[in-house]
């Protein structure tokens, strides 16, 4: 159970018709599941035709937007569309604030004269990460990236729009077809012996289909403003990447610590990243939201993942500990 308890106070989600951005994406892919199986009609929004999408939009185009939101006429509207890859963000801040920043204001506009409600997916890069974590949803954003600017300009339009919308923060998420980070271990151990991760980079690993899972809850009970919506408990990506090896049955000595600094030195990367982003849920988790340890998310899902590589877990895991690296 990943909602470890729902609040029914909103009732039923059932032949609520709830349009999302974002569908073919990775938490797209698990939204429109669980909103089926809450008995909601799922309306997929991509930016390119797939098996899920109904309207093929550009949600940098406001009047595509507008149009397609008011034919699908949707109750709800899950915004999960972004331009993701916080590098090429950094590159193009043009494209980031487009669709993240301007691409979230159409949706929230054209929801508003709808009458729909509106959650929009955001990020813990909203946060500088330099002291303060867990972040609470009060906690005061600075971002560092592109990315972060341009996701936290998009939530500013989405509550300017209407504060009764609301903004969903998660963190560090993976699950589904494409790519994330426990594939990239996985696909680096097939090939090499060991891999290098950092031990000072800190946040909340968050399985999408968790998320799915909170915000077809939060769908529900039509909350407004801001939530934190991270699997529990904080990780290095050390941590996280041993986690992941253990669960595919990998010896954890072929994860090999590092440093921030030492592995820029070698792979530089153009966007800075938050040293200590972990969120705090506790505005969700107050309504019955809350998501399962990362741990135990880890562990249902890498084996699933494990599979694709041929690995046969062996069920071994790492000590506890929650990788919390000394700076
Ligand atoms: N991934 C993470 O680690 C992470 C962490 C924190 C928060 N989030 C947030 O969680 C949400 C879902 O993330 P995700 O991992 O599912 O991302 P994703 O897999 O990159 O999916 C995002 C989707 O948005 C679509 N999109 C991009 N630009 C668009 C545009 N101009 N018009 C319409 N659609 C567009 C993408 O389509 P194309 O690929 O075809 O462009 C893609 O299908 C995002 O809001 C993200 O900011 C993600």
């Not at 800075?272 to 939201?289: H, K, V, W, Y």
Request: with cysteine.
């Amino acid at each position: 159970m990943t909602v470890i308890a729902t609040a029914d106070a909103g009732g039923s989600l059932r032949s609520v018709r709830i349009a999302v951005t974002g569908a073919g994406g990775q938490l797209g892919g698990y939204l429109g599941p669980a909103l089926a199986a809450a008995g909601a009609i799922p309306i997929g929004f991509g930016h390119a035709a797939g098996p899920a999408i109904e309207h093929v939009v550009d949600i940098g185009n406001a009047a595509a937007v507008r149009e397609a939101l008011n034919e699908s006429a949707p109750a709800i509207v899950i915004h999960a569309a972004a331009y993701t890859d916080v590098d090429g963000c950094e590159r193009n801040p043009g494209r980031a604030e487009a669709v993240n920043a301007q691409g979230s204001a159409n949706v929230a506009t054209a929801a508003r004269a709808i009458g729909a409600h509106l959650i929009m997916i955001s990020t813990d890069f909203v946060f500088a990460g330099d002291g303060g974590a867990p972040y609470g949803e009060e906690a005061p954003p600075r971002p560092l990236s592109v990315y972060g600017q341009s996701k936290l300009a998009g939530e500013a339009a989405v509550l300017g729009t209407d504060p009764g919308f609301a903004v969903a923060r998660t963190a560090w998420l993976y699950g589904g077809a494409g790519k994330h980070f426990p594939r990239t271990i996985l696909g680096v151990l097939r090939d090499r012996a060991a891999i290098e991760v950092v031990t000072d980079e800190t946040g909340s690993p968050t399985f999408a289909g968790d998320l799915a899972e909170a915000v077809v809850a939060l769908a529900a009970i039509r909350a407004a403003g801001i939530f934190h919506l991270p699997n529990e408990g904080r990780a290095s990506r050390f941590a996280f990447a041993q986690a992941v090896a253990g669960a595919a049955g990998i010896a954890l000595d072929r994860i090999a610590p590092t440093t921030s600094v030492a592995f820029l030195a070698k792979y530089p990367l153009p966007a800075p990243r938050p040293a200590d982003s972990t969120l705090g849920n506790s505005r969700a988790a107050a309504l019955g939201i809350a998501l399962r340890p990362w741990r135990d998310a880890v562990a249902a899902y890498v084996p699933r993942l494990a599979a694709e590589f041929g690995l046969a877990p062996s069920g071994e895991q790492p000590a506890i500990d929650e990788g919390v690296a000394p700076r």
